[in-house]
Structure formats: C-alpha cells, structure tokens
C-alpha cells in the first residue's frame, strides 16, 4: 500500500520530515548527476518553453510494521514528460516487445 501526495500536499501533512526527504532526493540527483542547472536568465524564451522540469513529490509506504497512521515517507522527484509531447514521433520513442508467441 502506498499513496502519493504533491509536494506541497505532504509538507502540509508531514512538516519538517517532509522537506527533509525531498531534499535527501535533490542531493541523490546531483551525487548522480542526473542533471545540472541553468541560470534561466541566460535562456531564451524558447529554450525556457522547451525546458524540462520535474514534479515532486511525497510518497507514504505502508510496510514491515508501519500502519496508516505511521507511514514511511519517501521524498520523490519524476521527470514531467507532457513538456516532450509532439516532438518526437511514436516510432522514435516506442519500444519493442516480444510477444509470447514469437519468443517461444
């Protein structure tokens, strides 16, 4: 069982352990570099509209002893793909799958 809140919704609910999680889930980012930032007043308007950016948010584990009332709480940051949609085609993106059939 998990439920997931925005970021904002799980700082409202949960305070301080809130923020501190989404911020354990910025620093793992960029130990990673997953990504690197840009200072938005060197971009054009375009560039900015072509930008990628991520939703944030909390997400409550119900698992190994922690009941409704007591959640693990995981801070989470996923990319927002509606920002790509129309400039790729299907066939760019799409990936193969075996079927049952043929992989037997």
Do not use: C, W
């Not at 509209?49 to 959640?71: F, Q, S, T």
């Not at 995981?74 to 760019?92: A, H, M």
């Amino acid at each position: 069982y998990f439920t997931q809140l925005s970021a904002n919704k799980g700082i409202e609910r949960y305070g301080r352990a809130a923020k501190l999680k989404l911020l354990a889930e910025f620093k793992q980012l960029l130990e990673y570099k997953t990504f690197h930032g840009r200072d938005a007043k060197k971009l054009s308007f375009e560039q900015k509209k072509k930008a990628a950016n991520m939703i944030n948010l909390i997400k409550e584990k119900v698992n190994r002893g922690h009941m409704r009332g007591n959640p693990v709480i995981k801070g989470r940051s996923v990319f927002n793909g509606r920002v790509r949609r129309g400039l790729y085609s299907k066939e760019e993106t799409a990936s193969p799958t075996v079927s049952q059939y043929e992989f037997f």
